[in-house]
C-alpha cells in the first residue's frame, strides 16, 4: 500500500477533482480508454462515506468552509490523503472505509468533515480522503511529520489487511534496511527510454522531440526532468541521465560524425598519394635488406587511420595554465599598536 498526505487551502479544487471525472478528456475518449484500458473513466467516483457532511461539490466547499472559519491563523485547511493498493488487490467497500477511519484516526481528524471517495479509472484499487483540519471546537489537526506517519500507517495496514507490504521512504527506515535494492517501474521506464532516444538522434533538439512523441513533458534548466503521463515528475540525474551526460554523450556523437566525414574527404582527395607512400616504403624496406625482402615480413603494414586520433584530440579536455602565483593578492599583515 502507498500513500500520500497533501496540505491545500481550496476545499473547492480538491472535491472538484476527486468528485468529477478528468477536465481534458472529453466523452468520446472516455468511452474509447474504458474499453481499451478496462476501467472506468466515465463517472469514475464513487462516494463511499460522508463524516458529519453530505452533498456535491458545491454544498461540501461551503460546509467545510464555514467550519474552517472557526480558526483565523490556519492557512491550509485541506487535508487530502491518497491510499492506494497493489496491483491485483482489491477490497471490499466496508474494508476501504475501515482503511478511511483508521486513517482520519491517525491524523486526529477522525471527528472533522470528511468524506472517502473511491476513483475507479485505474487498474490500482485506490481512494481519496477529503478532511478538515479545523473541527467544530475551533482546533487545527497537526500537519507536522505527516510523511513519518503515513509511511507507519501503511505497514500497520498491510499487516492487518494482509497486503502486499511495501517498504517505508530510506529516510523512515533503520540503516540496515536502506540497503535494501528497490524496484521501481516509472524509473527503469524512463531509463530504458531515454537510452534508446540517445541511440537514434544526434542534437538535443531531436532528442527532446522524441521523448515528447513518447508522452513526456521535458523540462530544461540548469538540469533536466521529465514528467510521464501520470503526472510524476522525475529527474534525469535521478536515472543516471542528467543534464550534462546527455550534452556530452550528443556531442560525442556529433565529435565522431565531424571525423568520419574527415576522414572520408582525406582519403578521396589523396588515393594517389597513400599509393606512392606504400611504394616507397616498401622500397626502402627492400634496399635496407639488399634488394631482399625479410624472411619473417610477407607484407609491410599500412599507416593506420587519422580516426582515433581526431577523436581523441577533440574528446580531451582542454588543458588550462596555472594562473601565476603573482597574481593573487598577499595578505596584508595587521599593525599591532602597543598601547601604554
Do not use: W
Amino acid at each position: 500500500m502507498i500513500g500520500k498526505v497533501i496540505t491545500g487551502n481550496s476545499f473547492y479544487h480538491c472535491f472538484k477533482y476527486c468528485l468529477e471525472d478528468k477536465i481534458d478528456l472529453s466523452e468520446e475518449q472516455k468511452l474509447e480508454l474504458s474499453k481499451r484500458d478496462n476501467v472506468q473513466h466515465k463517472e469514475r467516483a464513487e462516494v463511499l462515506y460522508y463524516n458529519n457532511c453530505f452533498g456535491n461539490v458545491n454544498e461540501l466547499t461551503s460546509q467545510f468552509s464555514e467550519v474552517s472559519k472557526l480558526s483565523r491563523r490556519v492557512e491550509k485547511p485541506v487535508f487530502h490523503f491518497t491510499l492506494s493498493l497493489a496491483h491485483g488487490e482489491n477490497l471490499s467497500k466496508n474494508q476501504l472505509i475501515e482503511i478511511a477511519q483508521a486513517c482520519t484516526a491517525e491524523f486526529k481528524v477522525d471527528k472533522n468533515q470528511y468524506a472517502v471517495v473511491l476513483h475507479k479509472d485505474t487498474h490500482a484499487q485506490h481512494i481519496h480522503i477529503v478532511a478538515n483540519r479545523v473541527g467544530y471546537d475551533g482546533k487545527v489537526a497537526s500537519n507536522s511529520n505527516n510523511y513519518r506517519q503515513m509511511a507507519n500507517l501503511c505497514r500497520k495496514l498491510e499487516l492487518k489487511h494482509k497486503l502486499k507490504q511495501v517498504l517505508s521512504p530510506r529516510v523512515f527506515l533503520p540503516k540496515e534496511q536502506r540497503l535494501i535494492p528497490r524496484q521501481n517501474v516509472r524509473m527503469d521506464q524512463l531509463k530504458e527510454n531515454i537510452r534508446q532516444v540517445l541511440q537514434q538522434v544526434k542534437t538535443y533538439e531531436q532528442f527532446e522531440q522524441k521523448m515528447k512523441s513518447l508522452g513526456y513533458q521535458v523540462l530544461k534548466g540548469r538540469g533536466i526532468a521529465f514528467i510521464d503521463d501520470k503526472k510524476v515528475k522525475l529527474k534525469g540525474s535521478e536515472v543516471g541521465y542528467s543534464l550534462m551526460t546527455i550534452e556530452r554523450l550528443l556531442g560525442q556523437k556529433q565529435t565522431h560524425k565531424l571525423v568520419q566525414k574527415t576522414e572520408e574527404s582525406n582519403s578521396k582527395e589523396k588515393p594517389k598519394e597513400k599509393q606512392s607512400a606504400v611504394s616507397n616504403r616498401s622500397e626502402n624496406a627492400v634496399n635496407k635488406t639488399n634488394g631482399k625482402m625479410p624472411a619473417n615480413e610477407t607484407h609491410i603494414p599500412l599507416p593506420g587511420t587519422h580516426q582515433n586520433q581526431l577523436l581523441e584530440a577533440l574528446l580531451k579536455p582542454e588543458h588550462v595554465d596555472a594562473p601565476s602565483p603573482f597574481l593573487y593578492k598577499k595578505k596584508k599583515k595587521k599593525k599591532h599598536r602597543h598601547r601604554f
